[in-house]
């Protein structure tokens, strides 16, 4: 069975400063790979998704995350901040040919200071 | 109307109530999923349907009854519920079943259980 640690439970950073929030996961099989982002009061949204090809996935608003097989990890990262993007992130993984039952972390919150 | 709407949106209910949880998705989706969010604990999947069958329980104590009249559709029924039931309960669909799909979530019903 998959599982995902995600290693920071809480990221305070100040405005237009970069960001990484980390990801781990452990898996037997292949597995697909995704960022959900929880704005307050709000249900999660998709920011990315890995499948396969390029291990670099990018989001719309500037966010990105690489997928390292060996090190079994797809930590987000975005060079430069905004207030906005204050919201708890989700890693999730499914198994790769199988049905659909993400896993996910236990979340991280982006608090953004000016 | 788009997305996925859940109703309603705060409930507050005691121990011997019975209540519905209701879940609508205008995407022509063909999977309905439940999950429970609780504080500093990742998301739990509780039910899956698909084509209006469950394909999935996960273990969820029998106060707790989905039901799925329509691909469109979804409620989760409540009745007896304990204190430690109160949490954000969220619904979400996908095109599929497979693990590639990503998905799209409503806002969640915040329950609290008094």
């Known amino acids: 069975a998959q599982s995902v640690t995600q290693l920071d439970s809480q990221v305070p950073v100040f405005e237009e400063a970069p960001v990484e929030l980390r990801c781990n996961y452990s898996?037997?099989?292949?597995?697909?790979l995704f960022w959900y982002v929880q704005y307050p009061n709000q249900g999660l949204q998709l920011l990315l998704k890995?499948?396969?090809?390029?291990?670099l996935v990018e989001s719309i608003n500037g966010f990105e995350a690489e997928f390292n097989k060996s090190q079994t990890s797809f930590h987000l990262r975005k060079p430069s901040v905004h207030i906005s993007d204050t919201a708890e992130y989700f890693c999730a993984v499914s198994d790769a040919g199988g049905a659909q039952k993400l896993v996910f972390g236990q979340g991280t919150r982006l608090t953004i200071n000016p | 109307e788009t997305g996925v709407t859940q109703t309603p949106r705060h409930l507050v209910m005691g121990m011997t109530n019975k209540k519905s949880l209701k879940c609508e998705q205008h995407l022509g989706h063909n999977a309905m999923y439940w999950y429970k969010q609780s504080a500093k604990k990742p998301l739990e999947l509780m039910f899956v349907?698909?084509?209006?069958?469950?394909?999935e329980n996960n273990s969820v104590p029998s106060r707790f009854s989905p039901e799925c009249p329509n691909s469109s559709h979804l409620f989760l029924h409540l009745h007896t519920l304990q204190p430690e039931d109160s949490a954000l309960y969220l619904c979400?669909?996908?095109?599929?079943?497979?693990?590639?799909?990503?998905?799209?979530f409503g806002n969640g019903t915040r329950l609290t259980v008094t």
């Open positions: 349907y698909s084509l209006e069958e469950r394909v």
């Open positions: 890995y499948l396969s090809g390029s291990t």
């Open positions: 898996s037997s099989v292949s597995v697909y």
């Open positions: 979400a669909s996908s095109p599929g079943t497979g693990g590639t799909w990503a998905l799209h």
